[in-house]
C-alpha cells in the first residue's frame, strides 16, 4: 500500500515547496488516522451528536468557525439590502472584476482601466490612483481611518454594530 511505506510511494509532476507542502503534509497526517475495515461503510455526520445532518448543527458550524461570525454584522448596518449584499461581496472577494473573470476564462485585458495596473479587488479599492484619491477625501471630510486591506475595508463601519 502507498501510506505503508515511509518514505511513502509517491512522486509528483511538479515540486511540492511553500504552501503546496504544508497542504500535503495536512493530507498525509488525516490519511494516516484513518482506520479501514471489512465492515460495510456508513456516513456520518459529525457535526451532531445523533451523526444525522441537519441544517442547524450546520449553520452553528459555520457562524462559529471564524472569520465568517464578524462578517454577519455587516447584515445589522442600516444601509439598503443591495449595498449589504455589495459589501457581503467585496468581503468575501467575489465581485467580478477582471481578475475573477480571467479565472472563469474570460477574455479580455486584465487592466485597470484607472492606471493599467493588474486589476485585483485590493488593487480596485485600496490600491489604484484614483482609489487612494478617494480614500483621502473620505479621511480628510469624515476623519475616518484608512483601510489596508479588504478585511479592514468596512471595519469602521461593522465596528459600531459589533456585540
Known amino acids: ?67 465568517i461570525s464578524r462578517s454577519l454584522h455587516m447584515w445589522r448596518v442600516k444601509v439598503p439590502l443591495r449595498i449589504k449584499i455589495f459589501m457581503w461581496f467585496v468581503h468575501k472577494q467575489v465581485i467580478l472584476i477582471k481578475d475573477n473573470l480571467i479565472k472563469r476564462r474570460w477574455v479580455g485585458s486584465s487592466r485597470c482601466c484607472f492606471c493599467d495596473h493588474d486589476e485585483t479587488i485590493q488593487h480596485l479599492f485600496l490600491e489604484c490612483p484614483l482609489a487612494k484619491l478617494l480614500w483621502r477625501t473620505i479621511h480628510i471630510a469624515f476623519n475616518i481611518t484608512l483601510p489596508v486591506d479588504i478585511a479592514s475595508l468596512f471595519g469602521m463601519w461593522l465596528a459600531g454594530v459589533e456585540q
Open 1 to 67: 500500500m502507498v501510506l505503508q511505506t515511509i518514505p511513502l510511494n509517491i512522486q509528483f509532476r511538479r515540486a511540492l515547496v511553500g504552501e503546496r507542502w504544508n497542504a500535503w503534509m495536512h493530507l498525509v497526517r488525516r490519511l494516516i488516522e484513518v482506520q479501514l475495515s471489512d465492515q460495510p461503510d456508513s456516513i456520518q455526520w459529525k457535526l451532531a451528536k445523533n451523526g444525522i445532518f441537519t441544517v442547524k448543527s450546520f449553520y452553528l458550524d459555520l457562524i462559529n468557525s471564524g472569520p
